[in-house]
């Protein structure tokens, strides 16, 4: 009986490592992006994202353009950092496309 729930909680734990998600949020600002071309910035934060530190101004990315989208996310890169860190660093990535 010890040695199945010792297995279940090991399966558990395991699958709560591994089955994570990554956070991701888009904004459109105008008609959206009517090109390809594209800027990615990390934004830098501390304390398991509670305070910012250094963080991408999305307008000045686009460089004055009217239409554009801007992705936000933590990749799994970010994520690996964060995890590496304790939680103490952790970046996310945004990119614009105009």
Same mark, same amino acid.
């Given at each position: 009986?010890?040695?199945?729930?010792?297995?279940?909680?090991?399966?558990?734990?395991?699958?709560?490592?591994?089955?994570?998600?990554?956070?991701?949020?888009?904004?459109?600002?105008?008609?959206?992006?009517?090109?390809?071309?594209?800027?990615?910035?990390?934004? =830098?934060?501390?304390?398991?994202?509670?305070?910012?530190?250094?963080?991408?101004?999305?307008?000045?990315?686009?460089?004055?353009?009217?239409?554009?989208?801007? =992705?936000?996310?933590?990749?799994?890169?970010?994520?690996?950092?964060?995890?590496?860190?304790?939680?103490?660093?952790?970046?996310?990535?945004?990119?614009?496309?105009?």
């Amino acid at each position: 009986m010890i040695k199945k729930t010792m297995k279940t909680m090991t399966v558990v734990f395991a699958a709560s490592l591994l089955l994570t998600s990554c956070y991701s949020y888009t904004s459109v600002v105008g008609k959206g992006a009517q090109g390809n071309d594209q800027t990615t910035k990390w934004n =830098h934060y501390v304390i398991y994202g509670l305070a910012p530190v250094g963080v991408s101004d999305s307008k000045q990315m686009a460089g004055g353009a009217e239409n554009y989208t801007v =992705h936000t996310r933590q990749s799994f890169v970010n994520g690996l950092v964060s995890a590496l860190t304790f939680g103490i660093y952790t970046p996310t990535t945004t990119t614009v496309t105009k």
